[in-house]
């Protein structure tokens, strides 16, 4: 997690505790760079970290779903940093 995304987090986390019935999946993604099976793994892994995240701040485990994508659904163009870096991310869906 990044120091950036720790306030986000955080009302995330608000947001989950008023809506405490409501289902969400944290979706992991990355950039192409690297083998499809290590993608997938660190995909993983970066969802379960902001799940872990949550779920210590207290939000419910039992609402929340974790997926990895790997490199399978970019938002922006791999081909440049500025669209590698876009698509490193993790996505919280409703």
């Known amino acids: ?13 608000k947001i989950m505790k008023r809506n ?17 099976e290590y993608n997938m793994g660190l995909s ?7 799940a872990d995240y949550l779920i210590a701040h207290g939000a419910n485990a039992s609402n929340i779903s974790v997926k ?9 163009d791999n081909g440049t940093e500025k669209g590698r870096a876009a698509n490193r991310r993790v996505e919280l869906r409703h």
């Open 20 to 36: 405490a019935d409501d289902k969400i999946e944290i979706a992991g993604h990355t950039d192409s760079m690297g083998n499809d």
């Open 1 to 13: 997690l990044t120091n950036d995304s720790i306030a986000t987090l955080n009302e995330a986390v």
């Open 44 to 50: 993983e892994r970066r969802a379960k970290a902001v």
């Open 68 to 76: 990895g994508y790997g490199e399978t659904k970019p938002v922006a």
